[in-house]
């Protein structure tokens, strides 16, 4: 069964270090994204990307996030300059369609020491 | 952009007995998804429920666009049911609600 898979699933990194965290969508979907969760809440919107560029961003994803396809199937997020108040888990999920089914990988824990 | 309430914050179950959890949305329900968020944190899908009623095994759902909610029945709940079910409302972006804590006890 097709599932989206991040890397690496845990990061630990210095404040104020950049950190690149991975995704490889669905092979046939259109509509990506990254979500956040801080521990214990609930999980925020942050990104959506498709064709190629951001359709809509969450006031969370400030000039310190970017996404990118670098290629046909990797997604993704780049967080500059890292902040203990970073430290949550990352998802990241895709769809077929606009408000079609969304799938999310496992995620990826960010622990900014 | 739209609200989404989850009921009760908590639950506290004994194996085998069957719960009922609402989500309350403050517009226009888009197209609904019910997830479980294991003890790993992983999202599981459990549901894409844009309306109507769905069944997969002990679980089902039911979503009234119409009246702006969705519950997600579980029956005969097993230790394994345990963890954080979230609704959320699919429009382009997910919005989640705050999540329904269940625990089951053997």
């Known amino acids: 069964e097709p599932e989206v898979t991040q890397t690496p699933s845990h990061q630990v990194t210095q404040m104020g270090q950049e950190v690149i965290l991975r995704c490889v969508p669905i092979?046939?979907?259109?509509?990506f994204y990254w979500y956040r969760q801080i521990l214990g809440q609930k999980v925020e919107f942050l990104v959506s990307f498709y064709n190629n560029e951001i359709s809509e961003k969450s006031e969370i994803f400030d000039d310190q996030f970017s996404v990118e396809r670098p290629d046909g199937s990797n997604f993704t997020l780049k967080i500059r300059s890292t902040k203990l108040e970073d430290s949550a888990m990352y998802f990241c999920?895709?769809?077929?369609?606009?408000?079609?089914?969304?799938?999310f990988g496992q995620g990826t824990r960010l622990t900014v020491v | 952009g739209i609200q989404v309430e989850q009921s009760p914050p908590d639950l506290i179950l004994q194996e085998g007995a069957n719960s009922t959890l609402r989500c309350n949305f403050s517009?226009?329900?888009?197209?609904l998804q019910w997830f479980h968020q294991n003890p790993w944190g992983q999202l599981i899908n459990l549901f894409y429920i844009p309306s109507g009623t769905k069944q997969n095994g002990r679980l089902s759902a039911t979503t009234v666009a119409t009246e702006r909610y969705s519950l997600l029945y579980i029956s005969s709940s097993q230790t394994t049911d345990s963890g954080v079910y979230f609704c959320a409302d699919n429009d382009y972006k997910l919005s989640f609600g705050a999540g329904t804590t269940v625990t089951v006890r053997a």
């Open positions: 999920a895709s769809s077929g369609t606009r408000g079609g089914e969304a799938f």
């Open positions: 517009d226009s329900v888009n197209n």
């Open positions: 092979s046939n979907h259109l509509y």
